[in-house]
């Protein structure tokens, strides 16, 4: 099956940002005691990595909040808060972003022609009154006119390089913060920590990907355990209109006899834990998606110094897909038949000396022959964005969006050109796939991603990636779209 892919993507952005970045979030003050007659002033305690996850100035639903801000950032200090009015908290105490830029997607011309398409995102958040604010993004594509809409066959088709005018609300929410303990959003939102669900910023999307009309907690409890719940009915997909149900499955899923592919709802828990070095980390996730099953996922890793200069990395992964609580759902219902059960797992060596880094890694997915594809892993809201956690997905291959089990292999590198500042960062990666479906069986691909926030013009950020496959030449059936040869992706962000 033979999926031949020409993208290039060149996306010019210019946000004008006054954003606050993180805030220190545990205030510790010296300690004093009397030890032999003296007095001695202790070390503060540790802070561990999870405690800062919740804070006034982490905005958690601002797409653009971990970019590099050419103009700066505004921290009050509470004396500050105190001496300000209502109008003063709400409009002087908040932060905004605008993003703005086009991009050009020229996709393999026996199938597709070229995707053109310009447009803004505004975000915005109020300051905090007894912990509650306010905010939304508003997304505006292609204002003027659409160059090329007959592409997709509508609107609703038009989502990650939309090609026809479209105005969406992609965030509108209520928040709610006490301290650096919990952080409560409802509305039109993201859950950027959640490893199973696509979020609300990726740096080759003009668009807001995705963000879920819903409920999202998150609580740090101290010892350095994080704790989020979520509960959604509904989702928006990049720049196509209005909050459904959905999936990423119902443009394709084909089922018997109508039956729907949408879904009513989804509920998700999640718990993570660090060491206070940071030098441990577990996550543990487990979700319930109507009509499309039960996820359960966890992964972890270690971090082993051996010097001031280079450490090693150790991580693994496992998660579990079943049909549990629905006897019947779309994916079973399909024209390809099979209940959800599948199991993935993968592990990660790496080593790194300063700003260079090497990785190895390895993962595995693999089910029942009666399953729904053998045993293929179902993600609803992941699928077709290759952003799921496995630690040996390639750019354009990926065993959850394909559907199709087996064995996939992963040597990466990281490094920093440091002549050009060590900033430029280039991540070259090769991955190897294994599979008793000889359609995949033997597929090489070779990928370079490019990042640089350049450090002499603070906030500038160039993007760039190049991917290129190889397939089996034995492989049984190579006609039917599964390879894309080649893309080539680049941008160019600036956030003020």
């Known amino acids: 099956m033979n999926k031949i892919l020409y993208s290039l993507l060149f996306t010019a952005i210019t946000p004008l940002t006054f954003a606050d970045n993180f805030e220190s979030t545990v205030a510790a003050s010296s300690q004093v005691k009397a030890v032999e007659s003296a007095n001695q002033i202790q070390p503060p305690p540790p802070t561990n990595p999870n405690a800062g996850f919740i804070g006034r100035y982490n905005y958690f639903q601002n797409p653009y909040n971990w970019m590099m801000s050419g103009g700066g950032t505004l921290k009050l200090t509470e004396s500050q808060i105190e001496s300000q009015t209502v109008a003063q908290k709400l409009f002087e105490g908040g932060t905004y972003n605008v993003f703005g830029g086009g991009t050009y997607n020229q996709w393999d011309s026996q199938r597709y022609p070229a995707g053109i398409s310009y447009g803004g995102n505004i975000f915005g958040q109020t300051g905090q009154i007894g912990g509650f604010s306010a905010g939304g993004v508003l997304s505006i594509m292609n204002p003027f006119a659409s160059l090329n809409s007959q592409i997709n066959g509508g609107r609703n088709y038009s989502q990650y390089i939309p090609t026809f005018t479209q105005i969406t609300l992609s965030e509108a929410f209520i928040e709610y913060q006490y301290q ?168 990660k060596i790496g080593w790194s000396y300063d700003d260079f880094s090497l990785n190895a890694s390895a993962n595995t997915m693999w089910g029942p022959s009666g399953a729904y594809g053998n045993g293929a892993f179902v993600s609803p809201y992941t699928q077709s964005l290759q952003v799921d956690p496995l630690y040996s997905e390639a750019w354009s291959y990926n065993m959850v969006t394909q559907g199709i089990p087996g064995n996939m292999y992963k040597l990466g590198g990281q490094f920093a050109l440091g002549s050009w500042g060590t900033n430029l960062i280039f991540q070259p990666s090769y991955v190897y796939v294994a599979s008793d479906n000889t359609t995949v069986d033997g597929l090489q691909e070779m990928d370079l991603v490019l990042n640089y926030p350049i450090p002499q013009v603070r906030g500038l950020y160039l993007f760039g990636v190049y991917a290129q496959q190889w397939y089996n030449q034995q492989a049984t059936n190579v006609s039917n779209n599964l390879y894309q040869q080649y893309e080539i992706q680049s941008g160019i962000y600036y956030t003020w």
């Open 180 to 347: 650096n303990i919990v952080n409560a959003d409802i509305g039109y939102i993201a859950f950027d920590n959640s490893p199973w669900l696509a979020g609300n910023m990726y740096t080759n999307m003009l668009t807001v990907p995705t963000t879920y009309q819903g409920v999202g907690v998150n609580v740090y409890t101290g010892g350095g355990w994080l704790l989020s719940a979520l509960a959604f009915n509904g989702a928006q997909f990049g720049a196509a209109p209005g909050y459904t149900g959905q999936t990423n499955y119902s443009s394709w899923l084909q089922t018997r006899n109508g039956y729907s592919t949408n879904s009513a709802g989804t509920a998700a828990m999640g718990a993570n834990y660090a060491t206070n070095d940071g030098a441990y980390n577990l996550r543990l996730w487990g979700y319930q998606f109507d009509n499309y099953g039960t996820l359960l996922y966890g992964d972890s890793s270690v971090s082993i110094p051996v010097s001031s200069h280079q450490s090693f990395n150790i991580s693994a992964q496992f998660g579990s897909d079943q049909q549990w609580f629905q006897s019947v759902n779309a994916i079973s219902q399909s024209t390809s038949g099979g209940a959800i059960q599948s199991y993935i797992a993968g592990a």
